[in-house]
């Protein structure tokens, strides 16, 4: 393992010897993997993960972000998916001796049936689960080609059945698998504990992380603000459905560069709360952006928005759903990571008839089944971007030129983005 502190590689005895040191500069190691069980975490795999997520040290990111990048990167790792074995089968049925074929032709369907069963692990990510579904795919085609050779020259039309059913079947359902793929759930890895504790040992020996943020922190005090600024307003507002985001976007200065208001669901910044809204509706051109999770609670934003007497009751304020939605979600062709519980099914099965009647069937059976994804699973410069987008995208409504679906009707618009990115 590397040192990330002079570069210097040091093997297993050699920290072992200098009691978890480098032996060149003495700077202490923060992880072992070799003493670790399942998942193994190195000092430069760590260090890239925080370099990444926080673009070089350029964008605040929150515990939570980290976790996702270091699951997805941890669980490209944790199949390396018996490569050797299709080579040696491709060698088996074409040289090996024809009263031995049998045996090849067993160890494939075996093959077949643990890649097909990794397929829809969801302890792997997209990325491998599609690669075992090529690779079932691949097996059903040496199986169609031996199989047909290996029955032409034994001259038997049952093993040529047996065999050309099985070589399609395998084809079939690993390009099936594929199709599915991007809907299918995933599950941690590992827990947000163990990464806290491994953001503890981390900045222990390696000093404070300045780009990752604590828990936000609500003032109920209103805070002064200086009457020449409030006279003025804001042409856009941001609305998220957590104080998470809110924050990573504050945080980021996404309100300064894209001169808009970010306030969350929840009231956050509460101290500003009340003042940023009264500047807000004074102004008649008003574009609001709705940002949330695609779960049950941020489906309901928009819906909050315009019920709310906090918010536009009565207003005939245009509000776009950036995302992200089940909409955008199904029609992606990149996966992301879906998770699911009974208590999301749950709060689906239990959203208002108005939110419900916004939805497609297809959008409703996808939560109703539990699942969602969080915003967070994404990284602060991607949510950055997609934001931006979208408002770069709704600056001419009335062209419909912004990837725009309009749902809604005279004095309600809303708007949807067709694409979360």
């Known amino acids: 393992m590397k040192c990330i502190n002079c570069g210097t590689d040091n093997k297993l005895k050699d920290r072992t010897a200098n009691q978890g040191r480098c032996i060149k500069c ?18 430069p795999f760590f260090a890239k993960a925080i370099a990444d997520i926080s673009a070089n040290n350029t964008l605040f990111f929150t515990p939570k972000q980290l976790l996702y990048l270091l699951d997805n990167r941890q669980r490209a790792k944790s199949f390396s998916g018996f490569r050797w074995f299709v080579p040696f089968i491709i060698v088996s049925f074409f040289t090996g001796i024809p009263t031995l074929f049998i045996f090849p032709f067993i160890l494939s369907l075996i093959l077949v049936l643990i890649f097909l069963t990794s397929s829809k692990s969801s302890k792997l990510n997209n990325k491998a689960r599609q690669a075992n579904a090529k690779r079932v795919q691949i097996l059903g085609g040496i199986i169609l080609a031996g199989g047909i050779l290996f029955s032409l020259i034994i001259n038997s039309f049952a093993l040529f059945v047996i065999f050309v059913s099985t070589g399609m079947l395998s084809i079939y359902l690993g390009t099936r698998q594929l199709g599915r793929i991007g809907f299918l759930t995933q599950e941690f890895l590992f827990s947000r504990s163990q990464v806290q504790d491994w953001l503890n040992r981390w900045q222990q020996i ?52 894209n001169n808009c208001a970010i306030l969350s669901i929840t009231g956050y910044p ?29 489906i309901g934003l ?41 208590e999301s099914a749950q709060a689906a099965k239990q959203l208002a008839i108005e939110i419900r009647q916004s939805l497609s069937a297809e959008e409703l059976s996808w939560l109703e089944s539990g699942k969602f994804v969080e915003l967070e699973s994404f990284t602060p410069q991607k949510l950055i971007q997609v934001l931006q987008r979208g408002i770069a995208g709704s600056q001419n409504i009335e062209s419909n030129d912004g990837g725009l679906i309009f749902v809604g009707d005279t004095g309600n618009d809303m708007y949807i983005v067709e694409s979360f990115g």
């Open 26 to 43: 003495n700077h202490p190691f923060a992880f072992e993997p070799t003493s670790m069980s399942n998942i193994k975490i190195t000092d």
């Open 206 to 257: 390696n000093g404070s992380i300045l780009k990752i943020l604590p828990s936000p922190n609500q003032q109920n005090t209103p805070a002064t603000v200086n009457p020449d600024v409030t006279a003025y307003s804001f042409d856009r507002l941001v609305v998220c459905d957590s104080t998470v985001i809110a924050q990573l976007l504050i945080a980021n200065n996404f309100h300064f560069e």
């Open 270 to 298: 509460q101290s500003i709360f009340d003042t940023t809204m009264q500047m807000l509706r004074r102004n008649p051109d008003l574009k609001v952006y709705a940002l949330h999770d695609c779960n049950p609670r941020g």
């Open 302 to 342: 928009v819906h909050n928005l315009r019920t709310s007497a906090n918010w536009f009751l009565n207003s005939d304020t245009v509000i776009i759903d950036i995302g992200l939605t089940p909409r955008q979600i199904i029609a992606t062709k990149r996966g992301m990571f879906i998770q699911s519980s009974p």
